[in-house]
């Protein structure tokens, strides 16, 4: 009877339901301010450099991230076939992140340096040429569309505001040498975006092309960096080092 009271009483149901809301919100929110970091600290994680930040802009905008996942679980048979569990601090600079919650297609976390820049490249062209039972749509435009890093350095800059330790000023890029090293602080130096771009994209050689800086280029880039950064040996505990 009292439960039928309230349900038809609506300044109680609202007053009650606002106080359930409040209360689980609580139990989420309070423990966070109790801990020192919500993200780990993690060896090796770093920003994108330009040319694999433009090629995560070219994933998201071709939808990759509607079929593949960026999150590995930590189960057996994800261990099994995908490594090491994804952390919370490899996607600190994501943004947005590429979690997602569907797999059409395996998860990518780790799937850097897993093939050549000429499988990429083919894969990308004609997926079934070397994957005959794959369902993944022909995305032979990427080869031949030249790259557009015009606005690199506004993509650096927006990301920035975000917390994303991309430097302009000299102290900045000593804090960047100091964190992560000299060779990953360059890459992180806004003024100089468009020479670091295209001296990696003509050292990588990623769509097997030097002639010619294609979008291609840039995702391959990015996805031969997923799953590179962490050295996992470091962070496997005794269960998941018996799968590996």
């Known amino acids: ?60 905008r071709e939808g990759c991230y509607l079929c593949h996942s ?9 261990a099994l076939r995908y490594g090491h569990y994804s952390l919370a601090a490899e996607s600190k600079y994501d943004h947005p992140f590429q979690w997602g919650s569907k797999r059409t297609g395996p998860d990518l976390a780790r799937v850097g340096g897993k093939y050549s820049n000429d499988w990429h490249t083919q894969h990308l062209t004609a997926p079934r040429s070397l994957v005959p039972q794959s369902v993944m749509p022909n995305y032979p435009w990427l080869v031949k569309t030249d790259l557009d890093y015009s606005d690199i350095q506004g993509r650096m800059k927006a990301l920035r505001t975000t917390g994303v330790p991309y430097s302009i000023s000299q102290a900045e890029y000593d804090k960047n040498v100091k964190e992560f090293g000299a060779d990953v602080a360059k890459n992180l130096h806004i003024p100089d975006a468009e020479k670091n771009l295209l001296a990696q994209a003509q050292a990588g050689n990623y769509d097997t092309n030097p002639e010619k ?7 391959v880039a990015y996805l031969q960096l997923l799953g590179t950064m962490v050295d996992f040996r470091k962070y496997d505990d ?7």
């Open 238 to 244: 005794d269960y998941f080092a018996k799968f590996r």
């Open 213 to 219: 800086l294609t979008e291609t280029d840039a995702l």
């Open 70 to 78: 960026q999150m590995i679980r930590p189960f057996r048979d994800e």
């Open 1 to 60: 009877m009292k439960h039928d009271n309230i349900e038809r009483n609506v300044g109680i149901l609202i007053i009650l339901t606002m106080l359930a809301i409040s209360a689980g919100g609580l139990v989420e929110i309070v423990p966070l301010f109790f801990i020192k970091e919500t993200v780990e600290k993690v060896d090796g994680v770093h920003p994108y450099s330009p040319l694999e930040l433009r090629g995560r802009d070219i994933y998201i």
